[in-house]
């Protein structure tokens, strides 16, 4: 009897046992259900009317020539829009070219010729944009406006569309960009799109150029509501508006806009695409409009789709797709279904282009190795504070190097020095350094200044800084906006530094971008997630399967605004005058800081160095190695 009891009670152990695996074996099943198998491409969805957005392409033409994940250059990039653009018309379906702006400062092929652009240009231009505009490189130096008035714009005419950015003519007037909207039909649906393109109220632009922000165009410029009343919600099927404005609910100007358009167009489809914060993101801002945004440095194409004939379209996803294709020749191949078919895939133009860039490249000398990286040094994927941190090897090594232009130049025995870490635009790889290397990583060619201050206020300068606030302040230029969030890596510009450091306290946020649910830990920590290649895994109003290639995610640390390379005396007792020396860029910021503290300067900064930081970095790789 005492044996079956326990006989019978083994039995229900086992079985209990046996039923839970099964269970957990079904929940892991249908929590994995996003990820493909390792390797395989998340197909993209199409819909009547179908988007490809390039946005911050900062010169990457050549592609990520030691990054697999981003192997394909703007040759590839053109065959496979026009693969994409004959399998739409096969389907009757339109395929749209979108970008955004911000095309060089970054790379060696768009940064090298004076002034930068002029080798590049001629590359970005061959793809056959559908809808294009401005970015706020495009607007730093005069010498690059007129590029883009003189070339870009006559190059694609009518779809180059600029909505609050003006260029002055020799005579003093200020024409737009392009046009500030513009009507058009699709070739394959037939639709009536309203277009406009904006840029973020952005104001280090060049004098020979103006801008308007998007709230003043609504609200007060004649034009724009013009525009509006003789293109009736009636005439209108879809309204797109192209811009070089983050679209994260965090960033208020696009949802002003839209508020705007609303009234006056409360059901029709609006379609945006944003840029400059250099992430991949995608935003719900109703259930008729959504924005995509795509990454940086041809590293995404953004995907976007829409299903126009909806009317009983019960979910959101029913309407909208959005995809973040990787920049590379697998997922090129694989979403225009030529995979392992690369012959077949190349068009003429395509191969044409990737003939120019590489005939480009050599030109300019720009594979011509200096010296050798003996580790890798990144911007964000650890602490800033951590040998392998790009910024701890400026300031431990490379900026104490700065030597004064000449004699002449007064110096005090101590100095800080200061840049903003917006100022340093990849990581620096393992492998040769090259001519194209010294773009990639610091492309800004500024001046050095300095002031001579007593050290109290010195050493205070660097932290009020890192203070993430938008503040209004009296320039030499005029009552100017000094956002000091600006002068971080565009891609921490909307997480600011306060936060992002608090958030540091709680490891975990930095695997889960957001709070997620569980199954979606269990998907990301499954062994399968594990091996997959690192790289974005974005998460976005939509979720986290908008990424073609499932990656393993990378984690972005925290990093301030500005950072210092201080070599100071610890032993000189008293309020010694040291000098902090600045990147000339950042003048109004460092004028701001000492202001907020209180300290009344006496004289203008003064020049101290040509020797900027990507020449300082060649000197020290050719010199040392790093
Ligand atoms: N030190 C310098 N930093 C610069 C300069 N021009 C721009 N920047 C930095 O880049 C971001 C904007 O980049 P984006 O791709 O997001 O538009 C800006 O906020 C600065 O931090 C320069 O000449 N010198
Ligand atoms: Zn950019
Ligand atoms: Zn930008």
Redesign the pocket.
Known sequence: MFEAGIYRKLVLVFLAIVAVVQVLKLYHIFAVRSQPPAGAIRDLTWGDINFLHTT?T?GWYSGHLNQKSYNANWGDFISFATRLKQIAAANGQDLLLVDSG?RH?GNGLSDITIPNGIASTPIFIQQDYDILTI???EL?VWENSVQEYETVVPHFKEKYVCSNVEFKLPNGTFVPFGQKYRFFQTPNQKLNVLTFGFLFDFNRNNDGTKVTSIKDVVDNESWFQEALESHPPEKVDLIVVVGHVPISHKWPELFYLHEKLREKYPETKIQYFGG???IRDFTVFDEKSTALQSGRYCETVGWASINMKDDNVRNIRERYSRSYIDFNLNSFLHHANFTDNKDQFDTEKGLEVSTLIKKTRKKLELNRPLGYVNDNYYVDYVPVWDKKNIFNLLTTKILTTLQPENSNITVAEERIII??T??IRYDLYKGPYTIDTQYIVSP?E?QWHKLSLPKSVAVKVGRKLNENSYILANTEQGMKQIDNR???P?HQ?LMPYEELLSMEKRQDIFKYPIALNNDDKIAIESKHRAKLPKGYVTYDDFGHDGDDTPHKAVVNYPVPNVVESKQLNKSTSGDTIIDLVF?D??TPNILWALKELNYHITESSEFYSNQYLGLLMNEYVKESGI
Do not use: C, E, R, V
């Open positions: 911050d900062h911000d400062d970015g706020n490189h730093y400059h914060s250099h840049i903003n917006g100022s800004f500024n600006q002068l971080a565009p510009l990147y860029f950042i």
